[in-house]
């Protein structure tokens, strides 16, 4: 009985994908979702909840030199997230498939963004 608006999603990696698929097929029970290194879903029915999904915040992280998420990964979901008219966010960052503090710092902004009800905003500054 967890209130839709205080649940939030992330993962790095693997995670980040799965935390991706779970918002994306459930939308109505998640407030926002935050993936790090984390490919687009390619499970089947992935966006069956498309139309629900496009109110979902998805902050999508990823470093240019990723082996998780490399740069076809991350054009896939751009095309994606674009033709589904879905409200991802795209941040790249200058790491591999480290977790640095940038990332959970601008985790953090987008994360209170929502619990304060603001739009996320849609420009980062990943430095």
């Not at 693997?14 to 926002?32: E, F, M, S, Y």
């Not at 879903?41 to 082996?67: H, T």
């Amino acid at each position: 009985n967890a209130n839709p608006s205080h649940v939030f999603l992330a993962g790095f990696g693997i995670g980040g994908t799965l935390a991706q698929w779970i918002g994306l097929r459930n939308p109505h029970r998640i407030a926002g979702v935050m993936s790090i290194n984390g490919s687009f879903p390619k499970r089947p029915r992935s966006l069956v909840q498309w139309r629900r999904a496009r109110n979902l915040p998805v902050l999508f992280q990823y470093g240019i030199d990723s082996l998780h998420c490399n740069m076809d990964h991350v054009c896939a979901a751009l095309k994606t997230a674009h033709q589904a008219g879905l409200a991802y966010q795209f941040v790249q960052f200058d790491c591999g498939d480290e977790l640095n503090s940038s990332m959970t710092t601008l985790a953090d902004r987008f994360f209170m963004q929502i619990v304060q009800g603001q739009v996320p905003s849609r420009s980062w500054s990943a430095s």
